[in-house]
T-cell receptor, first 110, second 116 residues
Framework: GQQVMQIPQYQHVQEGEDFTTYCNSS?????IQWYKQRPGGHPVFLIQ?????EVKKQKRLTFQFGEAKKNSSLHITATQTTDVGTYFC??????????FGKGTRLSVIA | NAGVTQTPKFQVLKTGQSMTLQCAQD?????MSWYRQDPGMGLRLIHY???????DQGEVPNGYNVSRSTTEDFPLRLLSAAPSQTSVYFC???????????????FGSGTRLTVV
């Protein structure tokens, strides 16, 4: 079945440093989604990418969808303590259920 | 507009007991799903539904039943609880956008279940 791999599993950064997490799928995706989960909380939808090569920005967050629609990345510029949490990518093909990566846990040291 | 409401928030069960985790959404979303989250395992799909009267199995369905009699409600039933079902359970809902894909999921706040 479809698999979504996410790296790294953990990332510790100093406040102000940049952060990137990568997502790779075993199959071509119809869309990729990104979620953030704060410690003790629930996943919160951040963004959805559907077009090959698409790039979207939300303030300090930049999301990319690969040309082959099999990989994606989330880049945070100048991290802040409010960025702490686990970031999940999730994707599917057609009408299949969304498959989540295992997430990247981000710690920010002030 | 409450979004996705899950009850209870916490539950302790004894091995062999049964219970139902409730999930309700007020956004008229046709798609609903249940995930479990375990440390290091990410979110794994248990069951999902694409509309009232339609359900299907996900990645880890054993030991769980679901039904979807209305658009709003999607309860998850544990038939005979086992310690391996200790987890955090999330319900999520979504709707379809042009192109046939689902828009981003709205998650409930979760149910933290411990089976002893």
């Amino acid at each position: 079945g479809q698999q979504v791999m996410q790296i790294p599993q953990y990332q510790h950064v100093q406040e102000g440093e940049d952060f990137t997490t990568y997502c790779n799928s075993s199959t071509t995706l119809s869309n990729i989604q990104w979620y953030k989960q704060r410690p003790g909380g629930h996943p919160v939808f951040l963004i959805q990418l559907v077009k090959s090569g698409e790039v979207k920005k939300q303030k300090r967050l930049t999301f990319q969808f690969g040309e082959a629609k099999k990989n994606s990345s989330l880049h945070i510029t100048a991290t802040q303590t409010t960025d702490v949490g686990t970031y999940f990518c999730a994707g599917n093909s057609g009408n299949t259920p969304l498959v989540f990566g295992k997430g990247t846990r981000l710690s920010v040291i002030a | 507009n409450a979004g996705v409401t899950q009850t209870p928030k916490f539950q302790v069960l004894k091995t062999g007991q049964s219970m139902t985790l409730q999930c309700a959404q007020d956004m008229n979303h046709e798609y609903m799903s249940w995930y479990r989250q375990d440390p290091g395992m990410g979110l794994r799909l248990i069951h999902y539904s694409v509309g009232a009267g339609i359900t299907d199995q996900g990645e880890v369905p054993n030991g769980y039943n679901v039904s979807r009699s209305t658009t709003e409600d999607f309860p998850l039933r544990l038939l005979s609880a086992a310690p391996s079902q200790t987890s955090v359970y999330f319900c999520a809902s979504s709707y379809s956008i042009p192109g046939g894909v689902n828009y981003g999921y709205t998650f409930g706040s979760g149910t933290r279940l411990t089976v002893v």
